[in-house]
Structures are given as C-alpha cells and as structure tokens.
C-alpha cells in the first residue's frame, strides 16, 4: 500500500483536536466522546453509510467520492461510514456501486482515510452482499427506487444469489438458490475484505444486516426457504450471519469496533406468515453480543415489497427535557446566538412528521433489553432530537442519512443550537465570525 501524495504543511489538524470535538465543558450528551474498545468516538454524530451509484468497477476513484466524503470529513461527525461496499462483485446492488473485493479497491481509500485521521473523524466501512436484490439499476440508470428492476446481463447485470430462488418482485431477476459451497465463498469474501479494511486503516466495520440484502435474506423466513442448515429455525437462518461475523473477527482486529445493522422488524402485513421481527432481533442481538460485536444499527424493512411502516408510539419517542444551559446561553460569539438546549428542545418539537423517530424504539428495546450499545437511525432532523436520543439513554450514536445530504455542516450547525462550542477546521474558522 502506497502513501497517498498529500502536501505536508497544511494546517488541517495543527489543533490536534477532533473537529466537531467540544472546546470546552458542555451538558451535551450529544457531544460527550464514546469510547468502544480502542477507538473513541469525539461525539456522537454518525454519518451512515449512503450508496452513491457512481463507481466504475467498484472502485473508489473519481473526484466525486473524495469531494463528498471529504465534504463530512473536515466537518466533525464522531463517525463517518463508507456506503455499502460489496465484498464480492456479485454482491454489489447495482453495477455502479462500491466494492471492496482486491487490494487495488483497498488501497483507493487511502486518501479519505488519511484525511479523517488528520481531522479527527473516525472512518467506517460498511461491508455488504446484497443478494438477491443484486443487480439492479441505480436511480440514475432508470427512475426511481420505487421503479427498481433488474439489470440484465447485456446491461452489464448477472444472476443474484440467494437462500432461496424467490425474487425479492416480478421485476427483479430470480436469484440463484446458492449453494453450501457458494456460501462459504460468500461467509469468506466478507473475512477478506475485512482484512482489507483494517490493513489500509478503517477504524470501524459495519456488516449490512439490513435492508433485504443477502444477510437479512438469510435471517427472514419470509425470504429464506432452505431446508438445510441454514434455513428452518432461527438457530439455523442466523447460521450465515454468525458465520461471517467469525470470518470477519478472525480478519479484523480484537480491539477495533464491530457494529452491525439490522432490519430490527420487516414489518410484514400478513400476521398469518412467519417474518423477522423485534423479538427475533432482540434474540439476535443478545447472541452477538456474546460473540463480541460492539454496537446494534437498528434499521428497519427492505426484505418483503410488502412492507407497512408504521409510526411510532409518540410516548417512545418523546423528547426528554432539557438541562439548564452551563454557562453559554445567551453568548453571542459568532453570527448566531448560542441558543439553550431548552431552546432547542422547543424548537424541535414543532416538528410534526408522522415517522418522525419511527425506528427509534427499536435502538432503545435493543438496548434495554440486550445491555449492548445501539445505533439510532431514520427520520431524525433536529439537533434536540439527536441530544434526547442519548440523553434519555435509548441509543448510543446517532447515525444522520438524508440530513446530511441537506447539510454537511450538520455537525457545527448542531453544535450552534444546542449551545456548544466546537473545534471547527482551521482553514474554516473565520466562517465563525461576522
Ligand atoms: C442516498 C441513500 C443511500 C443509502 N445507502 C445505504 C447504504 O449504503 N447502506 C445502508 O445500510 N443504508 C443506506 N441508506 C439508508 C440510510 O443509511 C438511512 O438508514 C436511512 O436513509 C434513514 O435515515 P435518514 O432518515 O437519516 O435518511 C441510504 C439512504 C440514502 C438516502
């Protein structure tokens, strides 16, 4: 692995403070540092991984993908995931996704890489199959998500693979029933390509559990029908993923976070059929966290066209109240006024989406019930909201998708309204001042 060319005198990270690490004492949760075994997190801000469809070949290589994970990585989140890399070819949805199956794709990283480790921004890489929904288009190739087909082979598409030949709706292609033999190539590809990760220095590996992607096909009875090992009980569908989390663990360091994401529910319509559900995962998430992963991403849906989400009950979503402010309400120090917590806690609850948080329950129910750290995500928006979240203790990070999209500058902007004065970059800071 080759260093990257980089000029040596800027000043990125002359501070030797995270950016979007507080400056000083706070009564932000949102903004106290997380340790999990080596690696410490300065807050709590996750930027979850994104598919961007814009590689050629799997690889990191275009201008695009420096300038926009760049965009967060000289802008403070805790944590910032690489989008679902497959870690076979066939494991990428789409043919212009990401991927993380030779050394050429590994060492295409290495410049993001150093440019977090030179802000302070921990980098995670989110290692997926996608299985049977493999092979699809990208939104930019034809429409909408909601008009996802399959891609065929003239087109640059192949066959997906699954536990079962029953395609995810009549316009994905069939996949093929793997194999014993092509599931151990699978549970193997996922062990090298975290050998990979960790050889050219992510900090963090996430396993994409969720969505309906290959390992979640294999957790649903909905999707899985085998009749051998790794199909019938629940003992038997968690059989792929336990055994890719022992292919990854012999392959990633002991002492480096392990997070994996899951459809904590596939909210399937049909009580009458057997689907993964809360207490399912719950089981789950107890046994991995025997076997050593550190943190729970719970998501929800993806696996059955099917799908009905529902909101949450508004008490399990409540907004926890707010401290009194130390010492920095009122202070104008910048073009803003540093508001109070309480001040955004008002503001924040005038927010009225329906599915605002709906997945939040599951963070927290994992949390409680397992004693293993979690990882909130949807429908949150507001910096009250992500301080509540850990505040009232029902996650422990707060992984931000489509507010991110909306803000880069997410982090400084929260920082701003909770009241909190963060390390902002150098090259940035007299956009503090008016
Ligand atoms: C453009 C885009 C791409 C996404 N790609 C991935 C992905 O690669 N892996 C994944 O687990 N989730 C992916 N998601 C889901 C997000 O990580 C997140 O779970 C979801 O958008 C809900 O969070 P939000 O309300 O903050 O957007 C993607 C979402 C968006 C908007």
Partial sequence: MSHSQQNEWTPIMETKVPIGAPQEATNSKLFSPLTIKNTTFHNRIVV??????????????SQFHMAHYGSFAIRGPGLMFIEASGVLPEGRISPEDMGIWSPAHRDAFIPIIELCHK????????????????????????GTSAAKQGVDDEHGGWTPNGPSSIPWNEH??????????????????????AKWADEVGFDVIELHGAHGYLINSFLSPLSNHRTDKYGGSFENRIRFLLEILESVQQN????????????????????????????????????????GVDLIDCSSGGNTPTQTFKPANPEDIKLVDAPAPEGSEGTTINHHTFGSLQAAKQD?????????????PFAAAV??????????????????QMESIIRSNKADLVFMAREFLRDPNLVYNAADQLGVKVQWLRQHERGQYM
């Fill in 367 to 384: 949390k409680e019930k397992v004693g293993i750290l979690t990882g909130a995500v949807g429908f949150i928006t507001h910096p009250y």
């Fill in 48 to 61: 979850s991984p994104m598919c961007m469809y814009s590689s050629k070949d799997g690889m990191f290589d």
């Fill in 172 to 193: 994905f292609r069939v996949p093929h029933e793997m194999s014993e033999e092509e599931i151990a190539k699978a549970v193997a590809a996922f062990g090298q390509s």
């Fill in 119 to 142: 802000t302070g921004v921990k980098i995670g890489i989110q290692l997926a199959h996608a299985g049977r929904k493999a092979s699809t288009y990208s939104m930019f190739r034809q």
């Fill in 252 to 291: 990633w360091p002991k002492d480096k976070p392990l997070f994996v994401r899951i459809s904590a529910s596939e909210w399937h319509n049909n009580p009458d059929e057997e689907s993964w559900d809360l207490d399912q995962s719950i089981k789950l998430a107890a046994i991995l966290k025997d076997k």
């Fill in 348 to 360: 924040a609850e005038k927010i009225k989406n329906p599915m605002v948080m709906f997945q939040l």
